[in-house]
């Protein structure tokens, strides 16, 4: 299993509205990614720290469906299928605490390292599970 960070700006893409009414997301997908691996993702201004812990449930799907359409990529050329989406605390998540423990950007999709592994770890106590 492994674990990316990816990011979203919600003046594109409303993600946290989204995510109150929906179970799952589609994204585009720009890595090789796993069903089972960790997807965290960075929410943008105003909001500026890792938001939610997503499960890739599918991937290198060729579109997503329909109720996606608004935040479809035209660029996309995969997508992957997100679901089992927790919110995080905010507390130690915010973007300084992400730089000062490993994390070099989330302006694109990243995978993460394991001193950043372990800081969320520390800073979740073991409430990712």
Request: charged share 25%; glycine share 4%.
């Amino acid at each position: 299993m492994k674990e990316y960070i990816i990011s979203c700006n919600v003046k594109k893409f409303d993600v946290i509205s989204f995510v109150n009414e929906h179970r799952t997301l589609y994204w585009k997908q720009s890595k090789a990614v796993n069903p089972g691996d960790v997807i965290y993702i960075y929410v943008g201004v105003p909001y500026s720290r890792l938001y939610y812990r997503c499960v890739v449930l599918q991937s290198d799907l060729d579109s997503c469906p329909d109720t996606m359409s608004y935040y479809l990529d035209n660029k996309a050329k995969r997508y992957m299928k997100l679901g089992n989406i927790k919110v995080l605390p905010e507390e130690g998540l915010f973007l300084q605490n992400l730089m000062d423990n490993g994390v070099k950007t989330v302006q694109c999709s990243t995978e993460v390292s394991q001193e950043f592994h372990e800081y969320l770890s520390a800073v979740l106590k073991g409430d990712q599970q």
